[in-house]
């Protein structure tokens, strides 16, 4: 039984308790917005690491999750400003289309796999595969990243203030990476670049975006992409593959 | 006094290093590249021409075949799903890929699956509007690439199929080469156009049976729990699997031997690794029926479904259902003789035509060239389609009626027995004219 409590702090602040209610009715509600509830923004308490948490959710309104979550929390958003007050699992933002999805902690492995637009930012550190296959959208992570981050991804741009793990850009097609701290080692096809005034621009633009304008230089990172030399099949490539 | 003239010894071929093995050598000797093609395994290994039907006698009432009702109707994804499918034939399509098939094709293939009240299935590369225009029930794949995978596409779909191996390549990824990227599939698949496109063999975020339940979990939320869940798995370890597919909360596992097609992969992928789909059906039953899931979880099994009798020997052998990619493009037109001259200008003949990596398929089906792909009347292909599946769907209940049942479904292994020793193991079912079922009953 959904049970639904207008918070005191904000007019139209709608709040779910997951330990009163269910992950099926929250989504169900943010799935089919009631015109008769006031409910931007909704905020999400009591978690217990559950996983799906707003889930598939396509509205312009402001979600705030006041615990850590579990798996894929906020999959395939589109248009909400979803904000983790907590840790985050594994696939945080997968697939993310549009919107944005702030996570206060640290998130687990595959945060915005095949992300297609929208912007994910992590505040502590991300694990393995961050970014893998990434198909447009933009992650920013404050900390570190682990290993086999941004395989394969096509497009979008991957910022990380940290160091990264093994294997960082395997084979990368057009996404851009940006890092600050050391790469442990870069994957197949993936090379350092110069930095040009283009890229300068798109990252300064980047750090905006992730609240920190004017308080980070982009001199100190250096910029990833693909050598493109295994864009098409070549049996003199085979070492590389 | 003539010269006496000893006989020769007449030249021999090796069994092992045979014609076509000598020229496999040749071939990559010359070019140091292993070959890529489509389409399944063509080696001969053990099948549903191994086994026979046992006809009603006297022991079993016979159906009449023009008057007594023998139904075909299945329903996919009763477990979980509010919606499940609801087909009026046991006989889908398989997923093929927007990309891989022209656009045309994959709307021919929905008409014609339309017409007969079952479903296609998208594939790598995502839903296109010919497919999803013209499919009445359209099944979503959702592949480890996720090209052209989003919200509305996901919504929109009827089921949604997690593809984590096909039969002619369990354990592979896929490849599309650069001359079928076109600008739209490059569009759709968010890559420049004309490089190589490769199809990841792994999932980007989930990487087991725990973490794909919560995969599914959160697929269902999306979508509201309305659509069912298909698993797709290639025929390796099918006991496994399935069983691990029932555990991870699928509503339909999709099981697809070794004879299954692909758009592109390595030859020695195709023929080496994988088991048929004969071998493969009764282990992922027996999982089913081990965890009380027989019927519950649907099966729908594919690689190598040509005409009713493979469909009824599927199931009998204890499928729900079956799924056809090949037999499809072929009633489209692919490998038709009318193409021979073209055929031969590329190496081939038809019939053995299975270059669909390459976009020049003369049938016009597995390419993105323009002028080839204007040579499918999505209509006409439709049509041949519909007639294709109709006639499948009427033998089938030719061999259900003989057998004595009035659904396809009642169809089962003791209306079976096999031609061989292994399709005997492997179908588990007995020798014909003996009661032997290999490893089952005593000899």
């Known amino acids: 039984m959904m049970t639904i409590q207008t918070h005191k702090a904000a007019k139209n602040e709608t ?227 | 006094m003539s010269e006496t003239i000893l006989p020769q010894t007449p030249p021999r071929m090796s069994a092992t290093f045979d014609s076509y093995a000598l020229a496999e050598i040749h071939r990559a000797a010359a070019s140091g590249i292993y070959d890529i093609r489509g389409g399944g395994a063509k080696r001969k290994v053990p099948g549903f021409d191994d086994l026979l039907f046992l006809g009603a006698s006297m022991s079993r009432y016979p159906l009449e075949g023009y008057r007594e009702k023998c139904d075909t109707s299945v329903v996919l994804g009763t ?165 691990l597919a029932v555990k991870s909360g699928a509503d339909v596992v999709v099981l697809d031997g070794m004879q299954g097609g692909t758009a592109a992969t390595q030859d020695v992928f195709i023929e080496h690794i994988g088991i048929p789909t004969l071998a493969a059906i009764r282990p992922a039953v027996q999982a089913l029926q081990d965890l009380g899931m027989h019927r519950k979880v649907q099966l729908v099994v594919s690689g190598g479904i040509r005409n009713g009798a493979d469909v009824a020997k599927a199931l009998a052998l204890g499928a729900d259902a079956v799924a056809i990619g090949t037999a499809a493009m072929v009633a489209l037109g692919d490998n038709d003789p009318k193409w021979e001259e073209e055929y031969q200008k590329l190496g081939t003949t038809a019939g053995a035509y299975d270059d669909w990596q390459d976009g020049r398929d003369p049938a016009g089906i597995s390419t993105q060239t323009p002028d080839l792909m204007k040579r499918l009347d999505p209509v006409e292909g439709g049509r041949r389609l519909a007639n294709y599946l109709s006639v499948l769907t009427l033998e089938t209940q030719t061999i259900a009626r003989a057998c004595g049942h009035n659904h396809v479904h009642n169809l089962e292994p003791e209306d079976l027995v096999a031609l061989t020793v292994e399709a005997a193991a492997m179908a588990q079912v007995p020798l014909a004219g003996t009661g032997w079922i290999p490893g089952k009953t005593a000899l």
Not at chain 1, 190 to 207: F, G, Q, S, T
């Open chain 1, 15 to 241: 709040v779910f308790d997951l330990s009163q209610t269910s992950v099926r009715d929250l989504n169900a509600f943010l799935h089919q917005l009631p015109d008769d509830i006031p409910c931007d923004p909704v905020r999400v308490t009591h978690l217990t690491g559950d996983h799906s948490v707003v889930a598939g959710v396509d509205a312009d309104l402001d979600v705030q999750v006041d615990g850590h979550v579990g798996y894929f929390c906020g999959g395939m958003l589109r248009q909400a400003r979803l904000t983790i007050n907590g840790n985050a699992g594994q696939g945080v933002g997968s697939n993310i289309e549009t919107g944005r999805i702030h996570v206060r902690g640290d998130a687990s492995q595959s945060a915005g796999a095949t992300g297609r637009g929208g912007l994910l930012v992590i505040e502590g550190n991300a694990s393995a595969r961050c970014g893998i296959s990434l198909k447009g959208a933009d992650i920013v992570v404050k900390g570190n990243i682990g290993h086999l981050s941004a395989f394969m991804a096509q497009s979008g741009r991957l910022v990380v203030f940290g160091d990264t793990g093994d294997s960082l850009g395997d084979s990368l097609y057009e996404a851009h990476i940006y890092v600050r701290g050391s790469v442990t080692s870069l994957g197949a096809d993936c090379i350092a670049k110069e930095m040009r005034d283009e890229h300068r621009k798109e990252l300064a633009d980047l750090l905006e975006a992730a609240g920190e304008a004017g308080r980070i230089d982009v001199n100190d990172f250096t910029r990833y992409g693909s050598a493109r030399q295994l864009y098409n099949f070549k049996v003199d490539n085979i070492g590389a593959y």
């Open chain 2, 79 to 243: 477990r979980f799903a509010k919606k499940p499918i609801e087909l009026k034939i046991p006989i889908t399509i398989a997923g093929m890929s927007f990309g891989a098939l022209s656009a045309a094709a994959k709307e021919a293939l929905g008409r014609g699956a339309g017409a007969m009240g079952t479903s296609t299935t998208t594939g790598d590369g995502g839903m296109t509007p010919e497919e999803r225009g013209q499919s009445k029930t359209l099944i979503y794949q959702y592949l480890p690439s996720r090209y052209g995978m989003n919200l509305h596409h996901l919504k929109t779909a009827d089921a949604i199929e997690i593809v984590v191996g096909q039969g002619a390549k369990p354990g592979g990824g896929g490849m599309l080469l650069g001359q079928k990227i076109t600008d739209r599939v490059a569009q759709m698949r968010t890559l420049p156009k004309g490089i190589d496109q490769r199809s990841a063999c792994r999932h980007p975020d989930w990487t087991g049976a725990d973490d794909l339940e919560l995969k599914i979990q959160e697929l269902r939320e999306i979508t509201d729990w309305e659509k069912p869940i298909y698993l797709k798995v290639g025929a390796s370890r099918p006991y496994y699997d399935v069983a």
